[in-house]
């Protein structure tokens, strides 16, 4: 994963670690850190708006929080309810991780501090795939197992619209420009549609 700045990205390794890598200031040589402490193969890495902090989860579900310029831990908690391989991220203003879980009756993302307490809960229709946040904090967009998307407000949970399955093929990967009103998408086919979703909004 890639910082937001050129300062920063960090790799996933097989046996559990983490290679955090960084440009030093004067020299602009790139140096790597090890992280490591998972004890099972890492799913999702994040980094905070500012590169100050790195998430890591791994597919046990434990979450661990690194300061980037350090690369110490920050705190690590342990989430038995997490929805393997989905991402685990922090809110736009870095004080809270949000996180995909599994429930009975379908998918939630949970609000979390970085002591594990669960400070808001956003129960969601459909099975999540990935979710990301808008710059702004406002909104929370998901891409649905069956290809869909759908715009929930961070501060209520209610769900402003939706994208309905639109492509023969498979989704494989998406992203938003700054303001998220238009949608690039790559299908399992090799095709790419540019969707505007003003109106979804």
């Known amino acids: ?19 955090l890598y960084f440009k030093l200031r004067y020299t602009k040589e790139t140096v790597a850190r090890p992280l490591e402490g998972h004890k099972t193969p890492v ?12 998430a890591s989860v791994s597919s046990d579900g434990n979450i661990r929080i690194w300061k980037t ?12 309810d997490y929805k393997n391989q989905s ?3 922090f809110s736009p203003d870095s004080s809270q991780l949000i996180v995909c879980t599994e429930k009975k009756n379908g998918n939630e993302l949970d609000f979390v501090s970085f002591d594990g307490k669960i400070k808001k809960k ?20 998901i891409l649905t197992e069956n290809d869909s998307f759908e715009f929930y407000r961070t501060d209520d949970g209610s769900q402003l619209g939706y994208i309905p399955t639109f492509a023969v093929s ?14 690039l998408t790559g299908h399992q086919n090799g095709s790419v549609y540019k969707l505007n979703v003003q109106n979804v909004l």
Do not use: H, W, Y
């Open 69 to 80: 310029n350090t690369a110490s831990l920050v705190s690590s908690i342990d989430f038995k």
């Open 1 to 19: 994963v890639f910082g937001n700045s050129s300062d920063f990205f960090a790799a996933a390794l097989s046996d559990g670690s983490i290679q």
């Open 170 to 183: 498979k989704l494989m990967c998406f992203a938003f420009n700054e303001d998220c009103t238009q949608l």
């Open 43 to 54: 799913t999702s890495l994040s980094f905070n708006s500012d590169d100050s902090l790195l």
């Open 122 to 141: 956003l129960p969601v229709k459909n099975a999540i795939r990935e979710f990301t946040v808008t710059p702004d904090g406002r909104l929370i967009i």
């Open 87 to 89: 991402p685990v991220i």
